[in-house]
């Protein structure tokens, strides 16, 4: 159970499947994405008759266990997308990734879900020599497509996040952190009283054109969503389809106003840094710092377990870089630990998209930054499902199919040992403050 889940003592909202059904749309999976697509697809045709599908509770995967970042970041670069589709279509994606971030506070308001939002924006610092070239770099990259980023001095920088060894950073406005599981939960009950049917503990074991299938009865559809992000390798045939990578993170007690006095983060703004393996952190609406991190092991074979979402060196990694980043955090108490797979497909693109042959509709592959991108894929579904021209069908991720993951063991010995050489590219950059070369080298392979 995430720290934002605790609040919930009680899931059983929404009843299981019980018998064959049939919808215009069935969705499966009630996570962001799958609840994104229900709540526009609504709103554009009330007439629809719609049915979600999950195998657990609403929001119980990554959207209930994530960083609480809705950002504007996408997992490609600006300049891949550049050079892949054009500047145009590029500066399109770009824009529409940072209007979502307005558009989640938007319907948060408009439908009465109080999920802590504050648009804060976020802060990467720089910490090592190696690491202000990459801020710097991305500053001037940002400047050359005309992209709000602000290359911050280390005093800057430090103003707004009170950490060590700070040397300077970048800023971006458009971020706002909020509480995902408040968020996830507040989706389902909105798109529920706008008549969608809702069904909890309703695994599927098989999804094909037209019907989705759990143990309970068949739901047949003329268009089927696959919203599963990445306990996508479950269903059969998609095992290749999306890697489930596991993030973790912990998150304090309430920290003192002594605290925050030093540390920032006064206007709520996320906050990482530019080391390789990725971690991320927000202050909470009520005073805690959470703060997580990669670093876990991929599993063998896609494999998803409750089990994994507890790794106790990985959150000891987590504890030491948290200190190193606000020693006095050093005595404070973790009162929560927790865990769960993110989805990244084989070329770190998201896509979103509907086989017109088929009727078959999928979105996903958001590599840990769902929040924002997935109201984008809900959007863009709506429109694709509904048939409307809009911008939105036309930008660049949609239609893109990703290919295939390799066969195991190439697989797993591929992800881990990228997370690995990850790793050792941080430790070799803070002992000689020079930026490395494999990890550039990584980093171009994945997203650049």
């Known amino acids: 159970m995430s720290f934002w889940l605790s609040d919930y003592s009680d899931f059983s909202d929404y009843p299981a499947l019980s018998g064959d059904a049939s919808a215009d749309v069935c969705i499966v999976g009630a996570g962001y994405t799958g609840l994104w697509t229900a709540y526009y697809l609504a709103r554009a045709d009330p007439s629809l008759h719609i049915t979600v599908l999950e195998a ?42 940072e209007s979502t971030v307005d558009e989640v506070g938007r319907v948060a308001a408009e439908e009465g879900i109080d999920c802590d939002y504050a648009k804060g924006g976020t802060v990467v610092l720089a910490r090592t020599p190696a690491q202000l070239v990459r801020a710097r770099a991305d500053a001037a990259t940002a400047a050359a497509y005309g992209i709000e980023l602000h290359l911050l001095s280390a005093a800057e920088a430090s103003a707004r996040v009170g950490a060590t060894n700070v040397l300077g950073g970048t800023y971006t406005p458009h971020c706002a952190a909020i509480q995902p599981a408040k968020l996830v939960r507040g989706l389902a009950d909105a798109v529920a009283r706008r008549g969608v049917r809702l069904h909890e503990r309703s695994p599927v074991t098989e999804l094909s054109p037209g019907r989705a299938v759990t143990a309970a009865g068949t739901v047949r559809a003329p268009i089927v969503v696959r919203a599963t992000e990445g306990f996508t390798p479950r269903l059969p045939g998609y095992a290749r389809v999306i890697a489930p990578v596991y993030s973790l993170m912990i998150a304090t007690d309430p920290l003192p106003p002594s605290f925050w006095s030093a540390a920032g983060l006064a206007r709520r703004e996320t906050f990482s840094d530019y080391r390789h393996l990725i971690v991320y952190g927000q202050r909470t609406a009520d005073d805690r710092l959470a703060f997580g991190g990669r670093g876990a092991p991929y599993h063998y074979g896609s494999a998803i377990s409750p089990s994994f979402d507890r790794e106790p060196g990985v959150f000891a990694e987590l504890r030491r870089a948290l200190s190193a980043l606000f020693p006095a955090l050093s005595d404070a108490r973790v009162a929560h630990s927790w865990g769960g797979p993110l989805g990244v497909a084989r070329d770190w693109m998201a896509s979103v998209g509907l086989d017109p042959a088929t009727g078959l509709a999928w979105a996903g592959g958001y590599v ?12 863009t579904l709506a429109d694709l499902i509904t048939g409307a021209d809009t911008e939105l069908v036309r930008l660049p ?30 430790r070799t950059e803070s002992r000689t403050g020079r930026p490395s070369a494999v990890a550039g080298l990584l980093s171009r392979l994945t997203g650049a």
């Open 397 to 426: 991720w949609v239609g893109h199919r990703s290919p295939r993951w390799e066969p195991e063991p190439l697989r797993w010995l591929g992800v881990n040992a990228s997370m690995r050489l990850f790793r050792a590219a941080d």
């Open 56 to 97: 657990e509770h609403a929001g119980f995967g990554a959207s209930g266990r994530n960083g609480g970042w809705c950002s504007a970041l996408f997992p490609k670069s600006i300049g891949y997308l550049d050079r892949t589709y054009g500047r145009p279509a590029a500066l399109a994606l770009n824009a529409a990734m």
């Open 368 to 379: 840990g930054d769902g929040v924002g991108t997935s109201n984008l894929a809900g959007r």
